[in-house]
Each structure stands twice: as C-alpha cells, then as structure tokens.
C-alpha cells in the first residue's frame, strides 16, 4: 500500500507559478514510477507529467510542456510539480499517482495508487 497526500494547490493570477508537492508513506517512493494528473470541471482527468524510478526520465503533456517540471527527491518520498506561466486553463484538481512500473507511464490505468488532489484556480 502506498498513501499520497498531494500540497501547494491554490488561487494565483494568470503567470504566476506554484509549486505542488506529493508525499509519500506506506512503501518507499523510489520503487515506483510517479505522475501528475488533472482533471477540470466536467471533463475527464488527463495526464499531465510522469517521472521514472530514478528520475532520469520525465514525459509532459503537450499542453504544459515547458512551462511544467516535475522532479522527484527519493530521500524524502516525495515528488513534485513546478508549474510556471500558469494559464486559465490549468485550473484543475491535481492528482499525483504512483505507478510499479518502469519507465515513464502516461495512462491512467497504468498508476495503482491516487492522491487525493489538490486544487489549483489561475485567475485572470
């Protein structure tokens, strides 16, 4: 079993950045792939960026490709999303997820344990 409890959500202005954190307990992070999902309003929860064991690769969403960076610290179980330029369009509940797989998943189906979210709101 693996617990995530997603931090660092909140209301900020359009270009603003936050910082959101995932932290781990229950079975060591560094066994795991890790990702970011998001889901908006009346829409279906999408992948945003996943990291690997390691963290020697990562994968983004086109959407937040170069704006978005998630990193991971194995020594304290946790994981992490640096978002800059935040749009309007972010606005979202975060979700971190784990993943017993190698590599960097991008498939809902591939993570077996969720967070509970976090919400993010980019005002204009």
């Known amino acids: 079993q693996v617990q995530l409890v997603e931090s660092g959500g909140g209301l900020v202005q359009v270009g603003d950045s936050l910082r959101l954190s995932c932290a781990a307990s229950g079975r060591t992070v560094n066994n795991f792939a890790m990702g970011w999902f998001r889901q908006a309003p009346g829409k279906e929860r999408e992948f945003v960026a996943a990291?690997?064991?390691?963290?020697?690769?990562?994968y983004y969403a086109d959407s937040v490709k170069g704006r978005f960076t998630i990193s991971r610290d194995n020594a304290k179980n946790t994981v992490y999303l640096q978002m800059n330029s935040l749009k309007p369009e972010d606005t979202a509940v975060y979700y971190c997820a784990s993943a017993w797989r190698v590599g960097v998943p991008q498939r809902r189906s591939e993570y077996d344990y969720w967070g509970q979210g976090t919400q993010v709101t980019v005002s204009s």
């Open positions: 990291i690997s064991r390691t963290g020697g690769s990562t």
